[in-house]
Nanobody
């Protein structure tokens, strides 16, 4: 069974930085064959994708509102995905999750809470 364990969230002031990590396991095929994304869900809102990285790391994609501030990366040897978040804004407050992209199942981790507030 696929499992995701997210970590690295916390409370940060506007303009600050956080680095999120996701450890993935239980894939049918090698982790390196899956595109991966970070998603987030703010209170009262639907979950949305914020960043994508292709299996070979050749392609990345970002939601417009985080372009230039967030950077997604992956380590296929360690089956991990990282999201470096800089210049954080209050509107980035949400629970952040990682998962495959496209989604392969309805299995989600517990997420990691990011709160941007002064």
């Amino acid at each position: 069974q696929v499992q995701f364990v997210e970590s690295g969230g916390g409370l940060v002031q506007p303009g600050g930085s956080l680095r999120l990590s996701c450890a993935a396991s239980g894939f049918t095929f090698s982790f390196s064959t899956y595109g991966m994304s970070w998603y987030r869900q703010a209170p009262g809102k639907e979950r949305e994708m914020v960043a994508f990285i292709s299996s070979a790391r050749a392609v990345t994609y970002y939601k417009d509102s985080v372009k230039g501030r967030f950077t997604i990366s992956r380590d296929n040897d360690k089956s991990t995905v990282t999201l470096q978040m800089n210049s954080l804004k209050p509107e980035d407050t949400a629970v952040y999750y990682c998962n495959t992209n496209p989604l392969r199942s309805n299995s989600w981790g517990q997420g990691t809470q990011v709160t941007v507030s002064s």
